[in-house]
Each structure stands twice: as structure tokens, then as C-alpha cells.
């Protein structure tokens, strides 16, 4: 019976979202209704939760508007939600960041993840190619 189910769900799924993280600060294109007009309305904040797979995957966003903290859980797969942007990426340990809840201000502040990329590399071989080692200055 699952492997019935999967195998439809796997067909329902016709977008896939960007790669993206528990911490990661995320904006949330949604698709609002009102009357007979649609427009795009952005919801952008940290993602504390994850949760389910296939086309039952949520993900759960939390930003602070004018002093009050706002969280909607967003199902990634729903034609609602247009698109989903990655503006910065978070370093945690936790797979859910439920804790952010009971922060405020600075506290609830997320780690930026660094990445290390070409210029890392670039770096090390110009060393390597003046002979000289890492913090020293070449003189005996």
C-alpha cells in the first residue's frame, strides 16, 4: 500500500525547491487571493522546522513583525507557495529550533554558515608557490 502511494506522489510532484536548511533565512513567495485579484506576497524568515516527505513536506517559517513573533507553516509542494529564495544560510545544531520561541533581539540571532570557496584555494597556492609556509615569514 506505501509503495502505491509513493509512486503517486512522486508523479504529483512537479517543482522542486531550492536546497535549503533548519536556520536558514528563506523568502516565501505565496500566492494570496483576495476577491477576484491575486497578487504575490513575500514572507520572509528564519525556517525552524522541517518536516514530512514527498508532497506532505512542511516546512515551518518564524519572523519577528513589529515586536510580535509570527510563524506559518508552509507546505512546499502546494501551488500556493510560488517560490522559495535562500537569502542567507544558518549554522545550527538542532533540527528544530523551537528554543527561538522564548528568545528576543540578540538572543535569537542565527550563526551565518561560512562557506569557503574559490579564494580559500587561491590562497593556499600562492603559498605553495612562494615555498614559504603557512604564518611564517620566510626568513630563517
Known sequence: ??????RIEKQQIQKSPPPFNIGDTVQVFVKVIEGDRERTQVFEGNVIARRGRNTRETITVRKIAYGVGVERIFPIYSPIVQDIKVIRQGRVRRAKLYYLRGK????MRIEEKETFGRAGAGAAKTTAETGTKAGTTGEG
Not at 500500500?1 to 509513493?6: C, K, P, R
Not at 528576543?104 to 538572543?107: A, L, M, S, V
Request: no cysteine; aromatic share 0%.
Open 1 to 6: 500500500m506505501n509503495a502505491t502511494i509513493e
Open 104 to 107: 528576543k533581539g540578540r538572543n
